[in-house]
């Protein structure tokens, strides 16, 4: 069926480098994409959204690059902090507005300080 | 805090017992949402509501589990005769559908021990 999934499940970045976490999806018809942190105990937090007329969408120290073509999403985060170490999941939405949200597997990003 | 609120915050029960979790969600929300999360893996779908209906439910979702969201506030769920695979953080989302986005905003959860 199809699925969103990450290439890699553990990063590990110094402390001030950026970090990329990638995600592909394989649900072409998919039309909206988010990034969540998740900490420790915690729920997923809201990053960073973006539609699939855009390629690119950029926030506070985070930007979403999305490609179409290769059914590839990416979370690209400025000058990580200690505070960015988490777990990141892409999920997807296909027929925005009338369909739930599904959850990849996750990435657990490492800030080495 | 996101103001989605979620109670218990941790469950202990034993297998065949009933449980029940609470959803607050954040006021001007139409949309509420149960995902459930296993160690290392992704939330996953289990039902939401636009207002008071229950628009989805997925295969997940057994006729042991079963939601409610009287009046569009609050949402419930309860598990009968609990059994060791439901062990889980259960999660609320609530959320506002604009033109463009939809942003759900996740509770810490509730994390289920059947033993």
């Known amino acids: 069926g199809e699925s969103v999934g990450l290439h890699l499940p553990t990063l590990s970045v110094q402390e001030g480098d950026n970090s990329i976490i990638n995600c592909a999806y394989s649900?072409?018809?998919?039309?909206?994409f988010i990034w969540y942190k998740q900490e420790s105990g915690k729920g997923p937090q809201f990053i960073i959204d973006i539609r699939s007329n855009m390629d690119k969408r950029q926030g506070q120290r985070v930007t979403v690059l999305l490609n179409k073509t290769v059914k590839h999403l990416s979370l690209q985060i400025a000058a990580t902090q200690p505070g960015d170490s988490a777990v990141y999941f892409c999920a997807e939405i296909t027929n925005f507005g009338n369909e739930k949200l599904t959850f990849g597997t996750g990435t657990r990003l490492t800030i080495i300080p | 805090d996101t103001g989605v609120s979620q109670d218990p915050r941790h469950k202990i029960t034993k297998r065949g017992q009933n449980v029940t979790f609470r959803c607050d969600p954040i006021?001007?929300?139409?949309?509420l949402y149960w995902y459930r999360q296993t160690l290392g893996q992704g939330p996953e779908f289990l039902t939401y509501?636009?207002?008071?209906?229950?628009?989805?439910k997925s295969r997940l979702l057994s006729d042991r589990f079963s939601a409610e969201r009287p009046k569009g506030s609050f949402s419930t769920l309860e598990i009968q005769r609990t059994e060791q695979g439901d062990s889980a953080m259960y999660l609320c989302?609530?959320?506002?559908?604009?033109?463009?986005?939809?942003?759900?905003?996740f509770g810490s959860g509730t994390q289920l021990s059947v033993l």
């Open positions: 006021s001007e929300h139409n949309r």
């Open positions: 989302a609530s959320s506002l559908v604009m033109e463009g986005s939809e942003k759900l905003f």
């Open positions: 649900n072409s018809a998919s039309d909206y």
């Open positions: 509501f636009q207002n008071e209906a229950q628009l989805e």
